[in-house]
C-alpha cells in the first residue's frame, strides 16, 4: 500500500512539471527556465596583508576597474621608491657623454702632438727620437680606443637604465596587486573582510555580480528540436515576478548544448535586464521565466555578446547558480 502510494505521489509530481511544446506558430516554448547571473565573481587578495581600506559595501553599484579595497602597501610603495631611484640614476649615467667627450679631446691631444714631433723631424732630421713618436702614436691609438670604449659603456649603460625601469614596473605591479578592483560593472553582492582583518594570499574578499544582462536557462526536448533549429533565435522571455506580475523582455539564444542530458537539449538565452522609471533593475537572478524560442523566424548570426565563457562548469570565481 505504502509503495502504491509513493508511486502516485511521484507521478503526480511529474505530470505537474510543464513539458516544454510548441505554439501554432511553431515556436518553442519551454515554460519553466531559470534566471541565472551571467557572471558572478569573487575579488580575492592578490598578496597577503593587513585590509587597510575598504571602499565598497554591499549593495554599492559598480564599474570596471574601480577601486574597492585596498591591502597594506607601505612596504611595496617603500620598494617602488627604491626602485625609481635605481632607475633614475641608471638613466642619468645612459644619458651622460661626458666619457666620450673626454677621450675624443685626449685623442685630439695626442695627434696634435704626434704631428708637433713629426713637424719637428722635417725642420731637423733626428730632432726627435723615432722612439718618442712611437710613444706619442700609442697615446692617440689609445684615445682612439678610449672612444670606443666610452661608446661600448654608453651602450651597456642604456641596457642597465632599460633593466631598472622593468624593476620600477614590477615594483608597480606589486603596489597595484594590493588594490583591490571591479572586474566588471555590477554590483557589490557580499563583503566578506573588513578593515584590520588579514586577508591570505587569493583569500576572497567581496562579490560582484553582472546585473545589466541575465542569462535564462532551461530545456528542449531533444527528439523534437535540433540544435539546428535553436541556435541564434529570437526569444521571448516571461518572467514572473512577485504578486502575479509578469515582465517581458526580448532576448536572443547564445548556447545550444550539444550534448543531450536526459533527454533535454539545454539552451541558454540572454537579455538585457529591464529598469523601472527610476532606474532599478526589475528582474533579480534566482527567479523563474517562461521562454518563447521563435524558431519560426530565421535565425540571425550575430556575435555573442561579451560575457562569462560558455558552456564551462561554475568555479569558485565564475558563475555561480
Not at 55 to 67: D, P, R, S
Not at 153 to 182: M, P, S
Not at 289 to 316: F, H, L, N
Request: hydrophobic content about 45%; some cysteine; glycine content about 6%.
Amino acid at each position: 500500500m505504502f509503495i502504491s502510494t509513493l508511486l502516485m505521489t511521484i507521478g503526480m509530481a511529474v505530470t505537474a512539471q510543464p513539458a516544454p511544446r510548441a505554439t501554432s506558430a511553431g515556436d518553442a516554448v519551454i515554460p519553466v527556465c531559470q534566471v541565472v547571473s551571467i557572471e558572478r565573481q569573487e575579488v580575492p587578495g592578490a598578496d597577503a596583508g593587513v585590509l587597510t581600506e575598504m571602499i565598497a559595501y554591499e549593495g554599492m553599484i559598480v564599474t570596471k576597474y574601480l577601486e574597492l579595497a585596498r591591502v597594506d602597501d607601505r612596504e611595496a610603495k617603500a620598494q617602488l621608491l627604491v626602485k625609481q631611484a635605481d632607475y633614475e640614476a641608471a638613466e642619468q649615467e645612459a644619458n651622460s657623454d661626458i666619457g666620450v667627450k673626454y677621450q675624443e679631446a685626449t685623442a685630439d691631444v695626442a695627434k696634435a702632438a704626434l704631428e708637433k714631433l713629426r713637424q719637428a723631424n722635417k725642420g731637423a732630421t733626428g730632432a726627435v727620437s723615432e722612439i718618442e713618436i712611437l710613444r706619442t702614436k700609442l697615446e692617440w691609438d689609445k684615445a682612439k680606443l678610449g672612444i670606443l670604449k666610452e661608446r661600448e659603456k654608453n651602450i651597456a649603460d642604456h641596457l642597465t637604465a632599460k633593466a631598472k625601469k622593468a624593476e620600477v614596473d614590477v615594483a608597480k605591479i606589486g603596489v597595484e596587486r594590493r588594490v583591490l578592483r571591479a572586474p566588471f560593472d555590477g554590483v557589490v553582492l557580499k563583503v566578506k573582510k573588513h578593515v584590520g582583518e588579514w586577508v591570505a594570499n587569493g583569500e576572497p574578499v567581496l562579490e560582484v555580480v553582472r546585473v545589466d544582462r541575465l542569462s535564462i536557462r532551461g530545456g528542449l526536448i531533444a527528439n523534437e528540436w535540433t540544435p539546428a533549429d535553436i541556435e541564434g533565435r529570437n526569444v521571448t522571455v516571461e518572467v514572473m515576478l512577485p504578486r502575479g506580475r509578469v515582465e517581458k523582455v526580448p532576448g536572443k539564444v547564445v548556447f545550444v548544448s550539444p550534448v543531450v542530458e536526459g533527454q533535454r537539449l539545454n539552451v541558454w538565452a540572454e537579455i538585457e535586464s529591464p529598469v523601472d522609471k527610476d532606474g532599478r533593475r526589475l528582474v533579480p537572478a534566482g527567479l523563474t521565466a517562461m521562454m518563447t524560442i521563435q524558431v519560426s523566424q530565421p535565425a540571425k548570426t550575430e556575435a555573442r555578446p561579451v560575457s562569462a565563457p560558455r558552456g564551462t562548469p561554475p568555479t569558485k570565481a565564475t558563475t555561480k547558480k
